[in-house]
């Protein structure tokens, strides 16, 4: 089966053919992987990666690992790396934990990117700033004695007492 004519199947309007193409790339899919990321790095705007990033993921672990080994040796750039890396589930998480742990190659922000889609809730944005609670609850962990902030900031005042067991010295 040619990688164009598997595509427009996958991405058609038929659902039957849809369905065939998307059992065999997962039957046949790492065989076909590499062949996938040939093509697809002459692919120009976003509409053009959705069939290539939906082939992938339902490719899975072996595609993951050949995209990931293809950006190692710059066969993908590392943009198209990184968005093509959005493409895998939950199959994938170990992988991610790997990449996300890995210290040579500048990929770990997608590893932690994968990691924490995988844990969020689908169509919900993980939680983050000054209003939401979670992070409301991190900055009350961080209070010291009496809620005065620790540790107090660069223009505040000095703490008044020490952690390292020794009494603070009085300026006066």
């Given at each position: ?15 039957a ?7 065999w ?8 992987a ?10 120009r ?32 750039a ?46 919900r ?11 409301a ?36």
């Amino acid at each position: 089966m040619k990688i164009e004519s598997l595509l427009e199947d996958l991405d058609g309007a038929d659902p039957a053919r849809a369905e065939a193409a998307a059992a065999w790339l997962m039957a046949e899919g790492g065989s076909v992987a590499t062949e996938l990321l040939a093509e697809v790095a002459a692919v120009r705007g976003s509409a053009g990666l959705k069939p290539y990033t939906r082939a992938l993921g339902l490719i899975g672990p072996p595609a993951f690992d050949a995209l990931v080994e293809a950006g190692r040796r710059e066969e993908v750039a590392g943009w198209l790396l990184g968005r093509l890396l959005t493409a895998f589930d939950e199959r994938c998480a170990d992988r991610y934990a790997a990449l996300a742990s890995d210290p040579d190659h500048g990929t770990s922000g997608n590893g932690f990117s994968g990691l924490l889609r995988l844990t969020t809730p689908a169509g919900r944005t993980p939680p983050s700033g000054p209003g939401c609670a979670p992070c409301a609850a991190t900055r009350r962990s961080r209070r010291g004695p009496g809620g005065a902030r620790w540790p107090p900031s660069s223009q505040g005042a000095a703490p008044t007492h020490s952690t390292s067991g020794t009494a603070p010295r009085s300026s006066g």
